[in-house]
């Protein structure tokens, strides 16, 4: 139980271009999910925290006009990328929760903008 | 000062020995406690979750929780070169209502067979 999945794994695109990278609970209804960001040899740093329905709260630094979120249901949220850049290559990971339990990841989306 | 300390390592074990991570904090706050291993390019996996003090085990995993020191601790017995990994422990305090977590820096464990 408790699998959280993130489309697509991997995404190159041209620097300007917008990315969508969605995030989905499979067997579990999630009250909350979370958007992190990781560089290599680095811990997560949490990006933004999202609930079904409402706007995502974002992290200081992190700009919500350039990382928008949606968390449209239960089992689904995603992060687009918009004007992506080359400094915003990096691994984006989500994961969700159920009830402020504990949090599953997903398997991580590698982003690189050339 | 980070509020989770972990010693980023690496960690080199012979395999059939025992790995043992631990992680101090400050916030007296915390109350939910995981660790999580993370394989090079994929997404956190996690192993064990405590609330407050005390220890659990699953299989080869052991957890132990010490909220008078702020320190917990995972050990794994009779590693095998697939523990090879970032081991991460991370924590939570009822007074975030959703539950955001503080993450240590991570521990790479190298297992040697």
């Known amino acids: 139980g408790a699998v959280v999945s993130q489309h697509p794994s991997r995404v190159i695109c041209k620097s300007g271009t917008s990315v969508k990278i969605e995030c989905r609970s499979l067997?579990?209804?999630?009250?909350?999910m979370f958007w992190y960001r990781q560089f290599p040899k680095q811990s997560l740093m949490l990006m933004a925290t999202?609930?079904?329905?409402?706007?995502?709260?974002?992290e200081q630094g992190v700009e919500k006009d350039k990382f928008l979120i949606n968390h449209a249901s239960l089992t689904l949220s995603t992060l687009t990328v918009t004007s992506a850049h080359p400094e915003d290559s990096s691994f984006y990971i989500c994961?969700?929760?159920?009830?402020?339990?504990?949090?599953?990841f997903g398997p991580g989306t590698r982003l690189l903008v050339l | 000062q980070k509020e989770v300390e972990q010693d980023p390592g690496p960690l080199s074990v012979p395999e059939g020995a025992i790995v043992s991570l631990n992680c101090t904090y400050s916030?007296?706050?915390?109350?939910?406690f995981m660790w999580y291993r993370q394989y090079s390019r994929k997404g956190p996996e996690l192993l064990m979750y405590?609330?407050?003090?005390g220890n659990k085990e699953d299989g080869r995993f052991t957890a132990q929780v010490d909220k008078s020191s702020k320190y917990i601790s995972l050990f794994i017995r009779d590693s095998q070169p697939s523990d090879s990994a970032t081991y991460l422990c991370?924590?939570?305090?009822?007074?975030?209502?959703?539950?955001?977590?503080?993450f240590g820096a991570g521990t790479q464990v190298v297992v040697t067979p």
């Open positions: 067997d579990f209804q999630a009250t909350t």
């Open positions: 991370a924590m939570s305090s009822l007074d975030d209502s959703w539950g955001k977590l503080q």
């Open positions: 999202s609930n079904e329905g409402s706007k995502a709260t974002y």
């Open positions: 994961s969700a929760s159920f009830e402020r339990e504990t949090q599953y």
């Open positions: 405590t609330y407050s003090s």
């Open positions: 916030n007296s706050a915390f109350q939910y």
